[in-house]
């Protein structure tokens, strides 16, 4: 059974429309960060959540952590071509150890 | 901040060889470092868990004998694949947890691996 459960796992949208990823568990997570990683390349680093019911904004991505530490959602405004990529949810269960989803393939054409 | 390097990026070996690659955390220090394994379309799949000054701790079905690793600094953690085979193509990548941060990793950019 996989720990972290993405939803959508595959997304394609038009340039200008709204989306939100979601990752899901019925596991408490200590933190949970999410990556963005391009063909051939590592995850990068979006952001760290770990207080329950946190929210963050980066430009156009917020991010939340669920009030108990069991879910997190990442929703994109105004998404643009640039934001092609596969988005990565990984969380921490109190070791070093991340465990990530399946992550979410997002497509946004011009 | 928070700069991972890897190399090589990629590298191309003949079946019965081995590959070293590299991972160095560039501006921070890591007393712990983490391999990955990534097939194409996929997620991340831990390979072990690299400890400076200590042996390496291997996920459950890695052969630790075939995947050799080395954390001999604060900065640099290598993995060699021994003996490759075609089965060993794939593209590795490593992440290091600065000592400072308490769940956060940052990764490398990969290497490619492609066995003949």
């Known amino acids: 059974t996989q720990l972290l459960e993405q939803s959508p796992q595959f997304l394609s949208i038009q340039e200008g429309e709204n989306l939100t990823v979601y990752c899901n568990s019925s596991?408490?997570?200590?933190?949970l960060q999410w990556y963005r990683q391009e063909p051939g390349e590592g995850p990068v680093l979006l952001v760290t959540v770990v207080t329950g019911g946190e929210v963050k904004k980066l430009k156009r991505l917020t991010f939340q952590f669920g009030d108990a530490r069991k879910d997190s959602s990442l929703h994109i405004t105004a998404a643009q071509p640039g934001d092609t990529g596969l988005y990565l949810c990984?969380?921490?269960?109190?070791?070093?150890?991340?465990?990530f989803g399946k992550g979410t393939k997002l497509t946004v054409n011009p | 901040g928070a700069v991972v390097s890897q190399h090589p990026s990629w590298v191309i070996c003949k079946s019965g060889t081995s590959v070293k690659i590299e991972c160095r955390s560039l501006?921070?220090?890591?007393?712990?470092m983490f391999w990955y394994r990534q097939f194409p379309k996929q997620s991340l799949m831990l390979m072990a868990t690299?400890?400076?000054?200590?042996?390496?701790?291997?996920e459950q079905g890695v052969e630790k004998d075939k995947f050799l690793i080395n954390h001999a600094s604060l900065t640099l953690s290598t993995l060699t694949v021994t003996s490759a085979h075609p089965e060993d193509s794939s593209f590795y990548i490593c992440?290091?947890?600065?000592?400072?941060?308490?769940?956060?990793?940052?990764f490398g950019p990969g290497t490619r691996l492609t066995v003949l």
């Open positions: 690299s400890n400076e000054g200590s042996k390496a701790t291997y």
């Open positions: 501006d921070f220090q890591a007393t712990t």
């Open positions: 992440s290091a947890k600065p000592d400072s941060s308490t769940d956060t990793q940052y």
């Open positions: 596991s408490v997570f200590s933190s």
């Open positions: 990984a969380g921490n269960r109190g070791s070093e150890k991340l465990v």
